[in-house]
């Protein structure tokens, strides 16, 4: 009986069983570690978190502090006594050898072999049910009355003395049997099985995501494989070009040197027989005979040798201005491939209203700036500007970036960008004419570009109708192509940049627009990129 007792003292009162890593809470009682848990995440947002055993209120979730003595007690239970974990619970009133319980009494609170169980009382009070290790989780802890309901409102199963008196006085309860029923389980698969549904479907999504990039990677190394194999071809081009004119220069070279070669042996027997000559008078007795002979005086002529070597210096010479020609078409390839891979355009870049000058109007796209004769009459901000400009809401701190500006329905424009802390009133506040900004500009049909009020006229015929600003941050640097056909590198800026920039846009008469095309990254502009390198001309550096 000692030994039941003890058992009995082992169970954790919500699994029924012996502990399982056994916990304290603040109260005292103890519990499995994953019982309680489950116990107290049911009751999240309850206002208050309640102990099993004696109802003791927390605010707080408990902590759940190991309780180590009980661990040992239960594992040197369980040593020791083997054969009873295996057959299970045992009659309590078989002492001297444990005999499998059949049944167990809720009343008297003992469980029953099939020999004990024929002489239990058959009276109403003792309910029996099938084996239960720990009785006492049946009855109410105050009332000392078997369970018969169960509160949905604190999670608990009471008596009915709790239903009438105690603390569950006017809450929702229902029998037991009728909370167990199998319906709550059944509303608990219709959650689990829309859950699911849920989950596949955001599988489905993912999956056609991925099949998606998938696609999109196999569009990009299509293109990228294109390109290298144009630019391996015009690698090929390049070296037969280069070899060709290699092989040409060294037969010509050849020819001249042995056309020389040739000249000199005729010249060496030419010496070679006034050689013979001189010999011949240095041998002869008489001075008045050799004196007489005719020729003596240009025996020793070497303006003829002289000659020769100046044409055999210059027949040796190569052109190495191929060979540097050739290392400079190789480094456009390579920054035509680094610029052209890694450069995003700004497709997402918008005016900032509150910096557009009152003489001018903004599109409701945010895109397009027009002069205007219609002053408008928006108030007078430190941000906005007096002259007709507006600058971007987006400002570029790191990275490749550009952007595209339509020119052709203005003749008096500037294209460029500037930190946003660039003047707003007076004449220093134009773009170009100030430290804080660098601009293309055209005025009519001459073109320059600007910055600190220092102006370089461009040269040539300047074909534009559509304008390309380049920023390489971390270089300092900023670029402005004519989208023309071929496209025309104009000016590169070199500057330690300090702040952010901002694309700027003046314009004084029409309106200038920005690029409304989408597109994402740069592979997608290869083709026109491949152009613009092949076209490209040098980057002069101001």
């Known amino acids: 009986m000692a030994s039941a007792d003890l058992r009995q003292e082992l169970h954790c009162s919500i699994c029924l069983s012996i502990y399982t890593d056994p916990v304290t809470l603040r109260c005292g009682h103890n519990f499995c570690r994953v019982c309680i848990d489950r116990v107290l995440d049911t009751q999240e947002g309850a206002g208050a978190y309640i102990c099993p055993d004696c109802r003791a209120e927390c605010q707080e979730r408990p902590a759940l502090i190991r309780n180590i003595p009980l661990c040992n007690i239960v594992g040197r239970f369980l040593s020791t006594r083997p054969d009873q974990e295996e057959t299970g619970i045992f009659c309590t009133y078989c002492v001297d050898s444990p005999v499998p319980a059949a049944k167990s009494c809720l009343h008297c609170e003992a469980s029953l072999c099939d020999d004990h169980l024929r002489v239990h009382s058959k009276s109403a009070a003792h309910v029996l049910s099938d084996p239960i290790t720990y009785l006492e989780n049946r009855k109410c802890a105050i009332h000392k009355e078997l369970f018969r309901y169960y509160c949905s409102e604190d999670a608990a199963c009471i008596c009915v003395s709790c239903c009438l008196t105690g603390e569950h006085r006017g809450h929702q309860k229902e029998l037991l049997n009728e909370a167990s029923e199998k319906e709550k389980l059944r509303s608990v698969l219709q959650k689990l099985t829309t859950k699911r549904a849920e989950t596949e479907k955001r599988v489905q999504r993912l999956q056609e995501r991925r099949r998606e990039d998938q696609g999109k990677a196999a569009g990009v190394t299509e293109t990228v494989t294109a390109l290298f194999r144009d630019i391996r071809r015009q690698l090929e081009d390049l070296e037969k070009r280069v070899l060709s004119e290699m092989s040409r220069q060294e037969q010509r070279v050849s020819l001249s040197v042995s056309d020389l070669i040739q000249q000199l042996e005729i010249k060496k027997d030419e010496l070679s027989g006034k050689m013979r000559h001189i010999e011949e008078l240095c041998n002869m007795s008489d001075p008045v005979t050799v004196l007489q002979k005719p020729d003596t005086g240009d025996l020793c002529d070497t303006e003829d040798t002289e000659r020769h070597d100046t044409q055999v210096r210059g027949a040796g010479d190569l052109n190495v201005g191929l060979i540097s020609g050739?290392?400079?078409?190789?480094?456009?390839?390579?920054?035509?491939?680094?610029?052209?891979?890694?450069?995003?355009?700004?497709?997402?870049?918008?005016?900032?209203?509150?910096?557009?000058?009152?003489?001018?109007?903004?599109?409701?796209?945010?895109?397009?700036?027009?002069?205007?004769?219609?002053?408008?009459?928006?108030?007078?901000?430190?941000?906005?500007?007096?002259?007709?400009?507006?600058?971007?809401?987006?400002?570029?701190?790191?990275?490749?970036?550009?952007?595209?500006?339509?020119?052709?329905?203005?003749?008096?424009?500037?294209?460029?960008?500037?930190?946003?802390?660039?003047?707003?009133?007076?004449?220093?506040?134009?773009?170009?004419?100030?430290?804080?900004?660098?601009?293309?500009?055209?005025?009519?049909?001459?073109?320059?570009?600007?910055?600190?009020?220092?102006?370089?006229?461009?040269?040539?015929?300047?074909?534009?109708?559509r304008v390309r600003v380049y920023l390489d941050y971390e270089a300092g640097q900023l670029s402005f192509y004519s989208l023309c056909d071929p496209i025309r590198h104009l000016h590169t800026y070199t500057a330690v940049l300090t702040e952010p920039l901002h694309a700027a846009l003046w314009v004084g008469r029409g309106c200038i627009m920005l690029s409304r095309r989408v597109r994402g990254n740069y592979h997608n502009d290869i083709n026109l990129h491949r152009d613009w390198w092949r076209h490209r001309e040098g980057n002069p550096i101001d």
């Open 326 to 465: 050739t290392l400079h078409t190789l480094s456009d390839i390579i920054t035509g491939i680094n610029t052209g891979i890694y450069v995003q355009e700004a497709t997402d870049l918008l005016l900032d209203v509150t910096t557009a000058a009152n003489n001018i109007q903004i599109s409701g796209d945010r895109k397009t700036v027009l002069c205007s004769d219609i002053e408008n009459k928006h108030p007078v901000t430190p941000e906005r500007f007096q002259y007709p400009q507006v600058i971007s809401t987006r400002g570029f701190s790191s990275g490749r970036h550009y952007w595209e500006v339509d020119v052709s329905k203005s003749v008096r424009w500037r294209v460029g960008m500037c930190y946003p802390s660039i003047y707003r009133g007076g004449g220093q506040s134009l773009i170009g004419r100030n430290n804080k900004s660098w601009c293309l500009c055209r005025y009519n049909n001459q073109f320059s570009v600007l910055h600190d009020s220092r102006e370089i006229q461009l040269p040539g015929n300047i074909l534009c109708d």
